[in-house]
Nanobody
């Protein structure tokens, strides 16, 4: 099993920055790809960004491309999301997720961290 714990959320003004962290523990060697998702009030959860184990394959949603950067430190088993030029529409609970090689869906999820961007 893999456990994921997010941190770094908070309240920030529009145009500001935040960095989210996700600490993985347990059988972390089985993790192939990690991702960030978010869910705003009254909306479905949506994909934000993902990265493979080697860090050389990344993907972003169009809404965050150019503003957010995903990265991972395998020596520390930690995933990061650097969020710049934040907008009020970025307000959501942000979730860290992980999946094993060959899996289609993300099998492991954190509890989420709240990000609130004020205008």
């Amino acid at each position: 099993q893999v456990q994921l714990v997010e941190s770094g959320g908070g309240l920030v003004q529009a145009g500001g920055s935040l960095r989210l962290s996700c600490a993985a523990s347990g059988r972390t060697f089985i993790i192939a790809r990690m991702a960030w998702f978010r869910q705003a009030p009254g909306k479905d959860r949506e994909f934000v960004a993902s990265v493979n184990r080697g860090g050389n394959s990344v993907s972003y949603s169009d809404s965050v491309k150019g503003r957010f950067t995903i990265s991972r430190d395998n020596t520390e088993d930690t995933l990061y999301l650097q969020m710049n030029i934040l907008k009020p529409e970025d307000t959501a609970v942000y979730y860290c997720a992980a999946r094993t090689s060959g899996a289609f869906n993300y099998q492991y999820w954190g509890q989420g961290t709240q990000v609130t961007v004020s205008s």
